[in-house]
């Protein structure tokens, strides 16, 4: 076989190389959310309180202390679980509770959630408990939101700054 | 498992075949697909640093400049990106065809095993290099990368925090990521390619270049690509708007949509016990070990051609340590043997005609020896009575042994390499046969790697040991055809046994 015929068979299977490459680089298209939906974001990542209270050492027990571990109050590492929910129109969207992260469970409970809603005002009630309560909440907020097609809405949480925020 | 590697071998095969009548056999874009693989890398490699220095490596300039490259400089920049991106998406595919084939072919098992578990973490460093590639253009498909990735790290139980925080709106977005995403991407690169280079230690020779034709073939049709459909960004990423609608690159990205289906954590077990998987299938199920090739002290002068020859690196030369009046001795390294005793076929001392003393050459397998194969061809040549006598010397895995009948009689080795020229001549030369022929694995496709390529050069007086320029080169025929192509290596047979009609018989020769 001469090197033009040679060349001339290559063709198809360069064209199919390329074509395979070319086509499984963009497609199909996928489709990741609906586009006519608006998504709401929850993000909360928060120290719940310990689950002990804290005790005020006396003089005595901190003059007991080795010098370099003397502190005012001693306190149980372990933090309570993280118990939150979010209503949207009075329907419950999302209840959770999470466990404090940490091997010794001392670390800060963290919620991460995303959800799809119709666009449109909406009455947006999130809830936040971080102590050990029996009932009612730490913290809540409810507020009415335009929710827009194709974008994020955002639920956060910042103690320092008052607790839960809306974007 | 076998019949799995049975029914993917005679796939590829069948495409081999197939690309062979466009291609030839050692242009064969089937048989090259490590040294594409290599060929791959490099266009990236060359194509990414040639981007980085128009690259904006802030976050809030990265979309800019690459728009930058991709319009205003489209000539240049902007076919380098697509460049960029095609080479990467051809790295992927010849990867895993190559990984496909390698385990068809059954070149994992064994002392083999090492080529197989360094090539597999070379898959996780790729889509490293890949998704961190994407997320670097800062566009909506980045965004979704992004958030995806983070999201689904989050899964693991390493983090105090959700990772996915940092692009949670844009007031949440930061440089640091990006930052680190801008050190992976240069630094995941340097370490695939060590990892690659550790791939192919135990390989002498590595082929990590195409041959010549098919890598100019390859690389018109990824430029050709690139100007026809060029790559552009899919509009700058918005933390505040939904990323809907995307167009994936699906080599690189086909784990994400999987995460709407399967949940993260679900997924990272199913990659990680794949990967884990893939790592131990030279093991499953395990290969009786053969007996590695030995040195005989007292017939090794330290030549060194076995060295040369050893397609595995299996093989070094150490100062001597008999006494006797050479520099060195060869010495194996039993982990690297692969037994297909090429070193045997290029050992000077392996010649049949000896017969001062046993025939014991310098190096050989002690379940194929030298002498062994002398008792073989007269024996086989004995069994001939055909009008035209043909001693076929074949390897084990050409499937030769169909051959077999009065006219002719197959003679099977590890590798067809590991047959001295000297016995070509032995057999022409003693009346033994009228004609032999050589039966061994496709052109550029020794399972031992590099048998055919030595058998050439051999007989064609290129390479040590040479075939003596008094055997009559009419008499003597090579097959070189996957095991598969019976029909036409029966063929082949009979059409030299029509050639050797024409020429005298061995014995009307000799009485000539």
């Known amino acids: ?167 | 498992m076998a019949a799995l590697k049975r029914f993917l071998r005679t796939l590829f095969l069948r495409w081999e075949a197939v690309l062979e009548l466009a291609f030839g056999q050692q242009n064969n874009p089937v048989v090259n697909l490590g040294a594409l693989g290599w060929y791959f890398f490099w266009i990236a490699a060359g194509t990414g640093i040639y981007l980085y220095i128009f690259f904006d490596t802030g976050i809030t300039n990265a979309y800019a400049s690459v728009e930058y490259m991709t319009h205003d400089q489209w000539y240049a920049a902007g076919v380098m990106r697509s460049l960029h991106r095609y080479s990467s998406d051809a790295l992927v595919v010849v990867v895993f065809l190559h990984i496909l084939r390698e385990f068809s072919l059954d070149r994992l098992r064994g002392r083999r095993f090492f080529a197989w578990i360094t090539g597999v973490p070379t898959l996780w460093l790729i889509y490293i290099c890949g998704i961190s590639g994407y997320w670097l253009i800062w566009d909506k498909l980045a965004q979704y990368i992004a958030i995806a990735t983070t999201e689904w790290l989050d899964t693991l139980p390493f983090f105090g925090e959700p990772i996915a925080n940092n692009f949670l709106n844009s007031t949440t977005l930061g440089n640091r990521f990006f930052t680190l995403m801008v050190f992976i991407h240069i630094f995941a690169p340097l370490f695939l390619l060590f990892l690659m280079w550790l791939h192919i230690q135990r390989h002498a020779r590595g082929r990590v270049n195409p041959p010549r034709s098919l890598a100019v073939g390859t690389a018109i049709t990824l430029l050709a690509l690139s100007l026809v459909y060029p790559a552009v960004s899919q509009g700058p990423a918005d933390l505040d708007t939904v990323p809907a609608t995307l167009q994936l690159d699906w080599f690189y990205l086909l784990a994400y949509p999987l995460l709407d289906v399967v949940p993260g954590g679900k997924l990272w077990l199913i990659l990680v016990g794949g990967t884990l998987f893939l790592a131990l299938l030279p093991w499953v199920p395990p290969l009786k070990p053969t007996p590695v090739a030995v040195v005989s002290l007292d017939n090794c002068n330290g030549c060194g051609r076995c060295v040369e020859d050893c397609p595995f690196s299996a093989i070094t030369m150490e100062p001597r340590s008999d006494g006797l009046a050479f520099d060195t001795q060869a010495v194996v390294l039993a982990d690297n043997c692969m037994s297909c005793g090429i070193c045997a076929g290029a050992c000077p001392t392996s010649t049949p005609f000896r017969r001062a003393r046993e025939l014991i050459p310098g190096i050989e397998l002690p379940d194929h020896s030298i002498a062994g194969l002398r008792e073989k061809t007269v024996a086989a040549a004995a069994r001939l009575n055909g009008a035209r006598r043909v001693v076929v010397y074949a390897c084990e895995k050409a499937g030769a042994e169909v051959l077999g009948g009065p006219d002719a009689q197959v003679i099977t080795m590890p590798c067809v390499a590991m047959l001295p020229p000297a016995f070509i001549d032995f057999a022409l030369s003693r009346r033994l046969a009228d004609g032999v022929m050589l039966a061994g694995c496709a052109e550029g496709d020794c399972y031992f790697r590099l048998g055919d390529e030595w058998t050439r050069q051999r007989l064609a007086g290129q390479r040590d040991p040479y075939l003596r320029s008094r055997v009559p080169r009419e008499r003597l025929v090579t097959s070189w055809l996957p095991a598969v192509s019976t029909r036409r290596r029966q063929h082949a047979l009979s059409q030299f046994i029509d050639a050797l009609r024409a020429l005298p018989t061995a014995d009307n020769e000799r009485t000539r």
């Open chain 1, 1 to 167: 076989m001469n090197s033009l015929t040679r060349g001339l068979l290559q063709l198809p299977a360069y064209a199919v190389f390329a074509i395979s490459v070319g086509y499984l680089s963009f497609w199909p298209r996928y489709q990741y959310a609906a586009p006519d939906r608006a998504v709401v974001k929850v993000s909360v990542s928060h120290a719940t309180k310990h689950i002990k209270p804290c005790v005020l050492l006396t003089p005595q027990q901190i003059a007991e202390l080795p010098p370099n571990m003397r502190r005012k109050e001693s306190c149980e590492r372990k933090r309570l679980p993280l118990t939150m929910e979010v209503e949207i129109d009075g329907d419950i969207m999302l209840r959770v509770q999470a466990e404090p992260s940490g091997l010794w469970g001392d670390g800060p409970a963290s919620v991460y959630q995303r959800f799809e809603v119709e666009p449109g005002i909406h009455l947006v009630t999130t809830r936040l408990r971080d102590t050990d309560r029996a009932d009612g909440w730490d913290y809540s907020r409810t507020d009415e939101h335009m929710l827009h097609q194709g974008r994020y809405f955002t639920v956060t949480f910042k103690a320092e700054t008052g607790g839960l925020v809306y974007r």
